[in-house]
């Protein structure tokens, strides 16, 4: 079928166009209504006590810190197996996710193993409105507070030798996060016209067939008629 004859079946069968035209017209309509998703991200930090050798407990890092962050992670996050990336930075919405959180202890390490080097959470949450981020987010961090003490107290750390946490930044800064609406009309528009044509087609084929049962590959073939043979007499 040529594009001339696709047009003059489009003509032919104008009610499948219409309707097909209609229905684009809604799906491009309804993906401007999508006002995205708000995300934020923070970084809980473990802090490792304070002494006269090490004051600055910022600047101290230790590998009991980072397998403390690792295990209060684990506990916040569930035993659910932790998807690994080929970067720390991935995000959530870049995985498609539009309502949720992850709590991750960023994965420095390549493809063939893990090299964890920050005693540091990352706290994800992605969200309809920004106040329900905020307040998950507030949520999250309580949980990651109360479990390093739990954690603590259960192994008889003494107050004075505990480890804390703190956020960066202490203010929780929420981002929207939103596609661009010309680029998803456009791609329904795209795919709407190419169904409605589509349909067509069919239509056109299938109509064609049913006026010339020849170009029916599945038709039963008519039967030819075989000459007898000469009788001898």
């Not at 923070?42 to 690792?70: C, H, K, M, W």
């Not at 202890?105 to 540091?120: C, I, M, N, R, S």
């Not at 739990?150 to 946490?165: C, E, F, Y």
């Amino acid at each position: 079928m040529t594009l001339w004859d696709l047009v003059r079946a489009a003509l032919r069968r104008w009610t499948v166009l219409v309707a097909g035209a209609v229905a684009t017209l809604g799906l491009m309509y309804s993906t401007t209504l999508d006002d995205g998703v708000f995300w934020s991200r923070t970084q809980v930090v473990f802090l490792a006590p304070t002494s006269a050798a090490y004051p600055n407990a910022l600047r101290t890092t230790s590998e009991d810190l980072i397998i403390t962050a690792g295990v209060v992670a684990k506990a916040v996050s569930g035993p659910d197996k932790v998807t690994k990336y080929a970067s720390p930075d991935a995000t959530l919405v870049g995985e498609g996710v539009r309502d949720g959180w992850s709590v991750r202890l960023p994965d420095t390490g390549g493809q063939w193993a893990p090299h964890f080097a920050e005693q540091v959470l990352y706290v994800e949450v992605v969200a309809g409105t920004a106040e329900e981020v905020e307040a998950r987010q507030g949520e999250i961090i309580a949980q990651i507070a109360g479990e390093l003490d739990r954690l603590q107290r259960d192994a008889g750390v003494a107050p004075v030798n505990h480890i804390t946490v703190t956020v960066a930044p202490e203010s929780t800064v929420v981002h929207q996060v939103q596609g661009s609406r010309a680029r998803s009309a456009g791609m329904a528009g795209l795919l709407g016209a190419c169904a409605t044509f589509a349909v067509i087609a069919v239509l056109e084929v299938r109509g064609s067939r049913r006026d010339d049962p020849s170009l029916d590959p599945v038709a039963p073939a008519e039967a030819v008629p075989v000459p007898s043979p000469p009788v001898a007499r």
